[in-house]
């Protein structure tokens, strides 16, 4: 798109375009001055009356020819102007357009290498703490956000899940969030999970679509568990 945009600005700049009628102007006028010089007395003085008449007729005729010349040279710029400011106007759409594709298959891409390795955080999580307590304390903590009190059995199942997330420096709202981001996106999305871990935490430091930037450090957090609960 940038080669494109430079070749579509070289056929000829807006700054061309003003100096080339810049140009035209004092051009038409030295013309219109020439014209005028050899209908002076001095030239038809020495001419017959046939003779005056076909040089008038034919000087006429040059002047008609030079102004329309210079009219469609004009025009002619104006339109060329106006072209090049319409095909910046493509131009920026287009760019825009190509970005907003770019960002999407960024997304795509991020959510289909970190899908399995969110259900791998959860299914280490569930090891740790067993199925039964996760279930419990997850409905603990939508209860517990909801103002509903918590029964003793919910209550200790959160406690233990906070302590076991602390462990790994992370929170019920960072499990709140990687449930969110595997739920928002359909499946159709993601594909087989081939990357190495390693790769996985790499990729969390390019450049992330904006949707995708409160994702980040719970993604990074779970992939630092996950390593921690694979020794």
């Known amino acids: 798109m940038n080669n494109f945009r430079t070749k579509a600005l070289n056929l000829g700049k807006k700054s061309k375009s003003i100096v080339l009628d810049c140009k035209i102007k004092p051009q038409k006028k030295q013309s219109e001055d020439i ?3 050899m209908l002076s007395n001095d030239i038809l003085n020495n001419l017959s009356n046939q003779q005056i008449n076909e ?6 005729t040059m002047s008609d020819n030079i102004t329309n010349t210079y009219a469609m040279v004009e025009e002619q710029t104006k339109l060329m102007m106006e072209a090049m400011s319409l095909t910046n106007e493509i131009l920026d759409f287009a760019d825009t357009r190509i970005n907003q594709l770019e960002s999407n298959l960024n997304l795509i891409k991020l959510i289909a290498c970190h899908r399995d390795w969110i259900k791998l955080f959860i299914e280490k ?8 307590q996760l279930k419990d304390a997850e409905n603990a903590i939508e209860l517990f956000r909801g103002g509903t009190d918590l029964s003793e059995q919910e209550r200790n199942s959160l406690e233990k899940l906070r302590v076991l997330l602390h462990d790994r420096e992370m929170s019920t709202d960072d499990i709140k969030l990687l449930r969110k981001l595997v739920k928002n996106y359909s499946n159709t999305l993601f594909h087989k999970n081939n990357q190495t871990i390693e790769q996985a935490k790499a990729q969390l430091n390019d450049p992330l679509p904006e949707c995708m930037r409160i994702y980040k450090f719970p993604l990074r957090k779970a992939l630092k568990a996950i ?3 694979r020794k």
């Open 227 to 229: 390593s921690f609960w």
């Open 55 to 60: 040089f008038v007729s034919n000087v006429g």
């Open 125 to 132: 999580l569930t090891i740790q703490l067993g199925e039964e």
């Open 35 to 37: 014209l005028e010089g």
